[in-house]
Every structure is written in structure tokens, then in C-alpha cells.
């Protein structure tokens, strides 16, 4: 079975700019989740996305969006690119029914901010 | 205020010597608790998840264990394979997100 897959995998923009990237569920999960890795914070949750409504949203300013597709594929957006913003972007799916199955993680998209 | 954390942020340990890696956290509702194991560049691989106090969860070297306070991921004579950055999640009534823990950092020596 096919796992998470997230496209590109590196990245690099400059400051300003703005991104998408995607991100491929299990296949059969309805809900994606988003997170941002850096060294200083580790994880933190970004939003989450069951039948292609937000059901929960983490404390990340507006540049940050997302979306979620019919099939269930999801896309997140960086909109004014900072240098801060320089990170590990993972998503994670799950069967999404029951919130407290465990979430499956991609190996991330590396977005680095010049 | 940190809701997960974890310690000690780095262990290395021989190979053979067994060890436990502790997760303490604070919720107000307690949906789940989940241990993930991250290899560098890639994303973090599910390992077990806990619902209930008193509860045990075992995968070949590795045993969690959780108590309405922390959880404890006990390592049985680790190989050099297990070397890799532990990460402990928890997930509150209230939403769908994980709140990670920094990690551990697990280094096994021949």
C-alpha cells in the first residue's frame, strides 16, 4: 500500500514569494493534516481537513492556507514568503472517522527561504 | 506552556544496554497518546498509540507504556538500527491536532 506522498520534496524561494505544496494521502484516508518542523519548535500542528472542510486550525498566521480536494488530496499555501518560514512542511493522513487514529506521515517537503 | 515533554533530549546507549525514554505531559482530556520514531531526512514512522492509563503496547525491542501523567518507551537491548529520534504526540478531546514533544534523540553503539 502506497504511503504519504508530498511533491517537491526540496524547494527553494525567496523571500516575498509564495508556494503550494501537495501532498497525497493514503490511499482510503479522508483527513490530511499539516505540519511545520523546524530545529527551535519541532512539530507544530498547521491545519487539518476531513471531506475537503477544515475541522481544526493551529495558531499560524493567515499566510498559511490550505485546501482539500474530492479525492482527498490536499495542497497548502505560504503566501509573502519569511525567512522564518524556512522549515520541514509534513502531512499526515488518516482514516479520519474516528480522530484519534493514528496519523501517517509523509517525508515532508524542504522549503528553504533565500 | 510546554503540554509534552520529552527526556532526555539525547541518549547513547551500547548496543545490548537497555534504557527508557519518558514522555510527561499535561491535558486536560487525554484522546491519545502516540509514539513516532523520525530517521533523519525522512517523516516520522507511527509506533504506537495509548488510550488509557495503565495500558501497554509492545513492538519487538520496543515496549510503551502510559500513566495518567507520562508515558515511558522502554528499549530491551537496542541494536545500532534503533538509533533514530523518538517523538511523543498527544491528542486532547477537543481537536484532531498532535502536540509533539521536542523528541529524543537515540544514538546505539556497536
Known amino acids: 500500500k502506497a504511503g504519504v506522498t508530498q511533491t517537491p520534496r526540496y524547494l527553494i524561494k525567496t523571500r516575498g514569494q509564495q508556494v503550494t505544496l501537495s501532498c497525497s494521502p493514503i490511499?482510503?484516508?479522508?483527513?490530511v493534516s499539516w505540519y511545520q518542523q523546524t530545529p527551535g519548535q519541532g512539530l507544530q500542528f498547521l491545519f487539518e481537513?476531513?471531506?475537503?472542510?477544515?475541522?481544526n486550525k493551529g495558531n499560524f498566521p493567515g499566510r498559511f492556507s490550505g485546501r482539500q480536494f474530492s479525492n482527498s488530496r490536499s495542497e497548502m499555501n505560504v503566501s509573502t514568503l519569511e525567512l522564518g518560514d524556512s522549515a520541514l512542511y509534513l502531512c499526515?493522513?488518516?482514516?479520519?472517522?474516528?480522530?484519534?487514529?493514528?496519523?501517517?506521515f509523509g517525508d515532508g517537503t524542504r522549503l528553504s527561504i533565500l | 506552556e510546554d503540554q509534552v515533554t520529552q527526556s532526555p533530549e539525547a541518549l547513547r546507549l551500547q548496543e545490548g544496554e537497555s534504557s527508557s525514554l519518558n514522555c510527561s505531559y499535561t491535558?486536560?482530556?487525554?484522546?491519545?497518546l502516540f509514539w513516532y520514531r523520525q530517521d533523519p531526512g525522512k517523516g516520522p514512522e507511527f509506533l504506537f498509540t495509548?488510550?488509557?492509563a495503565g495500558e501497554e503496547k509492545e513492538k519487538e525491542r520496543l515496549k510503551a507504556t502510559l500513566t495518567k501523567k507520562e508515558s515511558f518507551l522502554h528499549i530491551t537491548a537496542p541494536k545500532p538500527e534503533d538509533s533514530a529520534t523518538y517523538l511523543c504526540?498527544?491528542?486532547?478531546?477537543?481537536?484532531?491536532?498532535?502536540?509533539f514533544g521536542k523528541g529524543t534523540s537515540l544514538l546505539v553503539t556497536p
Open positions: 504526540a498527544v491528542q486532547e478531546y477537543s481537536g484532531y491536532a498532535l502536540n
Open positions: 490511499s482510503g484516508h479522508r483527513s
Open positions: 481537513y476531513f471531506s475537503e472542510t477544515q475541522r
Open positions: 495509548l488510550y488509557s
Open positions: 499526515a493522513s488518516s482514516p479520519g472517522q474516528l480522530s484519534n487514529q493514528p496519523q501517517h
Open positions: 491535558v486536560s482530556g487525554l484522546r491519545g
